[in-house]
């Protein structure tokens, strides 16, 4: 039996209310709006065509189509996201399926430690696996009570809110299991590798 990195139960809630500014983090202003920032054109995917997959150190990867994604046990989440460009918007509500639930379907290695996301249009983003688990990501298909929009990376993205939001990878395709980290797209350009808003570890040296 291999080693368990996902606690049963967990799951994902609203955050703590507190005051707006004690949920901000430093150096961020409050935003209204849901700005649309992206590294290149906006994919339109096909939803027949469409998969998602974890792979890479699992014992047997598993594959999803958009009818069978859509069927896995799905929950509400409100989150509070910041994106590096220094903007933070409180209390996005966001309906998918925890990063949890979705590992629940595979046997990992014991070697894996870190996680690239991957998406159509070949962007990629790096994690540690710890802070996938436990609730803290997941991947989300409505936004608002609404199907995603592709211009917020629908059909489908992974949203991890407590880091900046480019690791919360647009038009997500899967995500594959690996020993040693690999930086990902914005991480190769000079990007902090790990992105805590709460540490304003925003480029490589913070």
């Given at each position: 039996m291999s080693e368990r990195f996902v606690t049963r139960g967990f799951v994902g809630k609203r955050q703590d209310a507190g005051t707006a500014a004690n949920r901000i983090p430093p150096g961020q202003h409050l935003v209204k709006d849901f700005p649309v920032l992206s590294a290149g054109p906006t994919p339109r995917t096909d939803l027949r065509r469409w998969s998602f997959r974890i792979e890479g150190l699992v014992k047997e990867p598993a594959q999803w189509t958009w009818d069978?994604?859509?069927?896995?046990?799905?929950?509400?989440?409100?989150?509070?996201i910041s994106c590096v460009t220094k903007w933070t918007k409180l209390d996005t509500?966001?309906?998918?399926?925890?990063?949890?639930?979705?590992?629940?379907?595979?046997?990992?290695?014991?070697?894996?430690?870190?996680?690239?996301?991957?998406?159509?249009?070949?962007y990629t983003t790096n994690l540690p696996l710890p802070d996938v688990i436990n609730g803290q990501a997941f991947v989300a298909y409505e936004y608002d009570g609404k199907p995603l929009a592709p211009?917020?990376?629908?059909?489908?993205?992974l949203v991890v809110p407590h880091l900046y939001f480019w690791k919360s990878a647009k038009w997500v395709r899967g995500l594959r299991l690996i020993e040693r980290d690999e930086p990902g797209f914005w991480e190769s350009l000079g990007y902090n590798n790990h992105g805590d808003p709460w540490k304003e570890e925003r480029y490589s040296g913070d």
């Open positions: 069978e994604f859509g069927k896995l046990p799905a929950q509400e989440f409100v989150k509070d509500r966001w309906r998918g399926v925890s990063a949890d639930v979705l590992l629940e379907h595979v046997e990992l290695d014991g070697r894996a430690r870190f996680v690239v996301a991957f998406s159509d249009g070949g211009e917020h990376g629908g059909p489908a993205r």
